[in-house]
């Protein structure tokens, strides 16, 4: 090939692939950030009684899933609650579907208007957060928190108005018997809180302050922790700090800079993305990848138990994988995944888990909830 | 993600999102799916954003890997959905055809369309083209060799310009 062809063809290249970018592609990039970092602080209270999946976007097939489930105890069959599906094209906003277990379809969450309003605007369907044991879910909007439960889409639902409000947009987060919700109260400039949401007695908990005021770079997270015992406040300057439900701080701890870290059920751990922290004796254990040729940073997902936890991790063979870990960075099981997913195995509590997908374009078959 | 590095982050997509729209579209052949391919790259440099040292470097590759990705799973069989109806009108081998670059390109395998973006527009060298897209650096010569012989079939004017060629000289 002569260089005036190489160059004809790069100018031709250039000049095809000119279109313009969608004005609000960073808004939807981040948007489609925090759906995939909520699954995380999602799975942190992922200790379920009955079994479920939460299927991130679409489920790819289940044909592909049924590699069975990524925990390395013995197989069991799993159902899809609900699933998150992204539509195509720009600025793409997720739909979620919730299985109707009256009928065995998929159908789209009744929400009450109060808590789809953000920003002024109606969402179509916020975003949702299943409990662990898959029987209820959980969406807040800064003003409002809505449950509904006794199965998805029952009628048994409960509506609270939170009074002070979030000042951000804070993901809530299931406790791990799925009977409370933690509600973040923060905000720049505001004192960090938290509120103890009771879904079971639908009675909203006082509002917890905590020492920390976040500052414009200093914003935390906050998750179920010690069992749900106890609640962490992940900072951006590389401290945990562990308060008791009252807001009695219990420890803090220095640890690793990673952006998002998950802590174990148990409290000890965290999940970093190259490895795993201990909090007690402020030991590293480096995840031991099944390739030394790594290519893209290995994500924290979450963790199945307190001895086993799963990153997102994508190999030189291209495929996404389901890595899980023993705590001491053993790999226990891989499962390869062709789009990735950015969530959240689930568990029963003796370590079942499933696979939480991410894909396009495709809607999960109506039809008597599907199993994986 | 705290204040300052959405703030980064932002201004990252304003400066640099056309450029990466423009691989992606190449890549998939169709502007929704680019811009999926491009949005779901940004969210995940986004969520990992204070460990990027060079995140345009990431987020291409982020692209490439996440359509190989869509290459493989669609070879299992899925359907894939699309919103241009193919403009091949006659066989790609019509010497009578004349067709648009973009419509060439649409013909294109995937992967030679894929690697072709990558020579041709990123000017990536053919080693790591084929650390990329998992292929040796043979597979990259001879899929260039069959994608190129196969734009030129089909579009013609494409082969090198005497005019341009003698302007630079």
Same mark, same amino acid.
């Given at each position: 090939m002569s260089g005036d062809t190489e160059r004809r063809l790069h100018d031709e290249l250039y000049a095809l692939g000119t279109i313009e970018p969608s004005r609000g592609l960073a808004d939807a990039a981040l948007r489609e950030a925090k759906q995939r970092r909520r699954r995380g602080i999602t799975v942190?209270?992922? /200790?379920?009684a009955v079994v479920v999946a939460v299927a991130?976007? /679409?489920? &790819?097939s289940v044909r592909h899933v @049924? @590699?069975?489930?990524?925990?390395? =105890?013995p197989e069991q069959r799993n159902v899809v609650v609900a699933y998150e599906s992204w539509p195509r094209g720009a600025a793409r906003q997720p739909t979620w579907m919730v299985l109707d277990p009256k009928t065995g379809k998929y159908v789209e969450p009744k929400i009450p208007a109060a808590v789809r309003r953000v920003s002024g605007a109606l969402s179509k369907t916020p975003d949702l957060v299943i409990s662990p044991d898959g029987r209820q879910y959980a969406t807040a909007n800064g003003k409002y928190v809505f449950t509904r439960s006794d199965?998805?889409?029952?009628?048994a639902a409960g509506l609270r108005k939170l009074d002070?409000? !979030?000042t951000r947009d804070e993901p809530v987060s299931w406790s791990a018997d799925s009977s409370r919700l933690l509600i973040p109260i923060q905000g720049i400039g505001h004192q960090q809180g938290f509120r103890i949401y009771d879904a079971r007695t639908k009675t909203l908990g006082k509002l917890v302050h905590l020492p920390a005021k976040p500052t414009d770079t200093d914003l935390v997270d906050l998750a179920w922790t010690d069992n749900d015992t106890r609640i962490a406040q992940f900072r951006a300057n590389s401290k945990v700090d562990i308060f008791d439900l +009252?807001? $009695? &701080?219990q420890r803090s701890v220095s640890v690793p800079k990673e952006s998002e870290p998950i802590i174990s059920p148990n409290g000890r751990y965290l999940s970093l993305g190259k490895g795993l922290f201990d909090? !007690?004796?402020r030991r590293s254990y480096p995840l031991q990848l099944p @390739?030394? !040729?790594? /290519?893209v940073y290995p994500t924290p997902i979450g963790w &199945? +138990? +307190? +001895?086993h936890y799963v990153v997102e991790w994508q190999g030189k063979d291209h495929d996404f994988r389901l890595l899980v870990l023993s705590? @001491?960075?053993?790999?226990?099981k891989s499962i390869n995944h062709?789009?990735? $997913?950015?969530?959240l195995p689930n $568990?029963? =509590?003796?370590g079942t888990t499933v696979t939480l997908l991410l894909g396009y374009g495709a809607d999960y078959p109506a039809n008597s909830g599907a199993r994986l | 993600m705290d204040a300052t590095a959405e703030r980064e982050f932002r201004e990252f997509v304003a400066v640099r999102s056309a450029a990466l729209l423009r691989t992606a579209y190449l890549l998939t052949g169709q502007r929704e799916a680019a811009e999926d391919l491009l949005q779901t790259s940004l969210a995940k440099a986004a969520n990992r954003w204070s460990r990027l040292d060079q995140p345009e470097a990431y987020v291409r590759k982020a692209m490439y890997h996440q359509q190989v990705s869509r290459w493989r799973l669609r070879s299992w069989g899925r359907e894939q959905s699309t919103d241009a109806v193919p #403009?091949?009108?006659?066989?790609? #081998?019509?010497?009578?055809l004349r067709l648009s670059l973009a419509a060439a390109l649409r013909s294109l395998a995937d992967r030679q369309r894929a690697v072709l973006v990558l020579r041709y527009?990123?000017?990536?060298?053919e080693g790591e083209v084929a650390e990329l897209l998992g292929i040796s650096v043979g597979t990259v010569r001879s899929t260039t060799h069959k994608a190129l012989a196969k734009l030129r079939a089909l579009c013609? #004017?494409?082969?090198?310009n005497p005019n341009i060629a003698e302007a630079q000289q």
């Open positions: 942190i209270a992922a /200790v379920a991130i976007a /679409v489920p &790819l @049924s @590699s069975g489930p990524i925990n390395p =105890g199965a998805i889409n029952g009628s002070p409000g !979030q +009252d807001g $009695t &701080l909090l !007690q004796t @390739s030394a !040729q790594e /290519v &199945l +138990d +307190d +001895d705590k @001491s960075g053993k790999l226990i062709p789009y990735g $997913t950015s969530s $568990t029963n =509590g003796k | #403009d091949i009108a006659g066989p790609p #081998d019509d010497p009578e527009l990123d000017d990536l060298p013609p #004017d494409l082969a090198p």
